[in-house]
């Protein structure tokens, strides 16, 4: 039962302007301090995977089929996604191993390509009642480049949206992949303006280099899928380097993995709590 559809979560938070947390898994142990998080927070989470993971285990199915499995013993409703994948096979693979979201990224594709591509896997999806996430306006730094200045125009996130039938939408608007900082400035005005323009919700990439007030400012004009991975492993990789650096003689890696699991479920939390905290939603344009 915990195991939900992605639009289950998602569709709920955009009609109540909350915002969802989708947070990256690469360990087994990311995919559990997720879940202990978003159980300490009492609110639904998006355990996501993307290509890029899938890479580094050499297949969907191990990493995929452990986030299943932790998703479906929680104690809230958790969605398991595919994040940023490029290629449509792996889409399939995602659908037949029971995932309840995709996000299909052709965003470096040429405006009309991307449409032609995400529309096809948009109805592949549907078919099989799983829920799409489509990009527009390439969010930057996915291979460490910095580039915050892409930004998505409103009336073409309309139209590739109605042409592409997706089920939410990832925009820039100011924020780029894996900052170490979370000094990134988001334009709020275009945020509002996207959520007047676009059916759907909206999805913020590379939120780790968001503050928490940003992050809330981000939600209450509109965002509402927030992905957040840098800033998790941050803390992860911090927590595991001051227990082997206090303790030398460390060998059993439960000990500093079990620390990283700890400060990542800590933040999870957190971030939950700013993320669904109540606020005034800011009128739209
Ligand atoms: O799709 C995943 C996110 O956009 C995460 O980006 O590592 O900058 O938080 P981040
Ligand atoms: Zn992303």
Not at 130 to 135: D, G, I, Q, R, S
Not at 149 to 169: K, N, Q
Not at 228 to 250: C, K
Request: charged share 15%.
């Amino acid at each position: 039962m915990p195991l939900v559809g992605t639009g289950e979560i998602v569709a709920p938070a955009a009609r109540g302007g909350y915002g969802v947390g989708a947070f990256n898994v690469i360990q087994l142990e990311h995919a559990e301090a997720i879940v202990t998080g978003a159980e300490a927070a009492g609110v639904p989470v998006v355990l996501q995977i993307s290509e890029n993971a899938v890479r580094y285990h050499g297949g969907l199915a191990p990493v995929g089929g452990a986030a299943l499995a932790v998703a479906r013993a929680a104690a809230v409703p958790v969605a398991v996604h595919l994040d940023h994948a490029t290629e449509p096979a792996l889409v399939a693979e995602a659908v037949r191993l029971g995932f309840g979201s995709v996000m299909f990224d052709a965003s470096a594709l040429p405006y009309a390509q991307n449409v032609r591509a995400t529309a096809e896997v948009a109805g592949l999806c549907h078919a099989s009642d799983v829920w799409v996430e489509a990009e527009l306006g390439e969010v930057g730094g996915k291979d460490g480049v910095h580039a915050p200045g892409a930004r998505t125009d409103p009336a073409e996130a309309a139209e590739f949206t109605a042409r592409t039938g997706v089920d939410a939408l990832a925009v820039a608007v100011g924020t780029s992949h894996a900052m170490l900082t979370r000094t990134a400035k988001l334009d709020l005005g275009l945020v509002a303006a996207l959520r007047a323009a676009v059916p759907v919700p909206l999805v913020l990439h590379g939120s780790s280099g968001a503050s928490d007030e940003t992050l809330a400012r981000a939600v209450a004009h509109g965002m509402t899928k927030v992905n957040i991975a840098t800033h998790l492993n941050q803390a992860f990789t911090a927590a595991v380097r001051d227990r082997l650096a206090s303790e030398p003689a460390l060998v059993d890696t439960r000990t500093y993995l079990g620390a990283g699991r700890e400060a990542v479920a800590r933040e999870v939390a957190h971030l939950l709590g700013v993320l669904t905290a109540p606020r005034p939603a800011v009128a739209t344009p």
